[in-house]
């Protein structure tokens, strides 16, 4: 079943903070964010198995509820470069498909 | 080291002929995925496959669509007498191993059916 992503969209200014959540209503193994520029291809960012731990790639970090099944991506500080459309990609066991959510798409402006 | 490979990049095809789009995994790489991307829309999981071997398929289409991997060469989604609804972008996307790891994408086949 597809996790669910909110919100759907977001406008930032330059500097300012989001936070983009993932929800899923099964058990999960590991939650996975990539992040996809227009008519590009998906980049990876980052993973976080059960644990809860709290990863972190330059000014974008996220953390994984394991009781909740939520995951959040936190943008701090947004830059131009950031705008795209994010995905979170669920695994339900290690070496599973990896389904993802609808996307939630990003803009920075300056 | 080159990244994963996806041709043709963009295919027209008229209603009811095939359509193949190939994909060489990264190097070294032994397990590929396949997803379905309309406008605006998410990444849909269609099928994953090792070297010969079909994984999982719960996300291909029951008719007309059909993967494979081979031994050698790359990895091929076929899809027989296109319709309209098949138009979108396939992406492929490699992983050295199983257990939980970093998918590396290509830059997609966009598919458009007249």
């Known amino acids: 079943q597809q996790p669910v992503q909110s919100p759907q969209a977001v406008i930032l200014r330059e500097g300012e903070d989001a936070v983009i959540n993932c929800s899923s209503s099964?058990?999960?193994?590991?939650v996975h964010w990539y992040r996809q520029k227009h008519g590009e291809a998906p980049v990876f960012l980052m993973i976080l198995l059960k644990g809860g731990e709290q990863k972190g790639h330059d000014k974008i970090s996220a953390s994984f509820n394991e009781k909740k099944q939520q995951s959040s991506l936190y943008l701090t500080a947004s830059q131009l470069s950031y705008s795209g459309t994010y995905f979170c990609g669920t695994e339900k066991a290690a070496g599973n498909k990896l389904t993802f959510g609808g996307g939630t798409r990003v803009l920075v402006k300056p | 080291n080159a990244g994963v490979m996806q041709n043709p990049r963009h295919l027209v095809r008229r209603r009811g002929q095939e359509a193949r789009l190939r994909c060489s995994p990264m190097k070294g790489h032994s397990h590929v995925y396949w997803y379905r991307q309309l406008p605006e829309e998410g990444l849909k999981f269609m099928v994953y496959?090792?070297?010969?071997?079909?994984?999982?398929e719960s996300g291909m289409p029951k008719e007309r669509f059909s993967a494979e991997f081979p031994k050698e060469g790359p990895s091929i989604l076929r899809i027989q007498q296109v319709v309209r609804g098949d138009s979108a972008a396939y992406f492929c996307a490699s992983s050295p191993s199983t257990g939980t790891g970093e998918l590396f994408f290509g830059e997609g086949s966009r598919l458009t059916v007249l």
């Open positions: 496959l090792q070297k010969e071997n079909i994984i999982d």
């Open positions: 099964k058990a999960l193994y590991s």
